[in-house]
């Protein structure tokens, strides 16, 4: 063995096995809270005044949707 830990070949920094990948970006949009790539779409249900229920979209980065996501889930909106 060498001085060096690693065999020839190895990365110097494995990943860690517990990184899971990202959601895809939505193309063409913003984060709706400061302009970055969006991650997560998330459906707010609102009633028009004439009656009929409807929904707006808000669009978060990942950042952003980690921060909101226990107030998300607690109000149960709906997320893709």
Same mark, same amino acid.
């Not at 997560?40 to 009633?47: A, D, F, K, Q």
């Not at 889930?73 to 909106?77: D, H, L, N, S």
């Given at each position: 063995m060498g001085i060096m830990s690693r065999q020839p070949g190895q990365p110097a920094h494995t990943p860690p %096995?517990? *990184?899971a990948p990202l959601p895809p970006v939505i193309?063409?949009?913003t984060c709706d809270r400061c302009g970055a790539a969006p991650r997560?779409? %998330? /459906?707010?249900?609102?009633? @028009?005044e004439s009656g009929y229920t409807a929904s707006r979209q808000l669009l !978060?980065?990942? @950042?952003? !949707?980690?921060k909101y996501q226990v107030a998300i *889930? *607690?109000?149960? /909106?709906r997320v893709s």
């Open positions: %096995v517990s *990184a193309p063409g949009e997560h779409r %998330v /459906y707010i249900p609102y009633t @028009h !978060f980065c990942q @950042h952003h !949707f980690d *889930a *607690a109000a149960g /909106y």
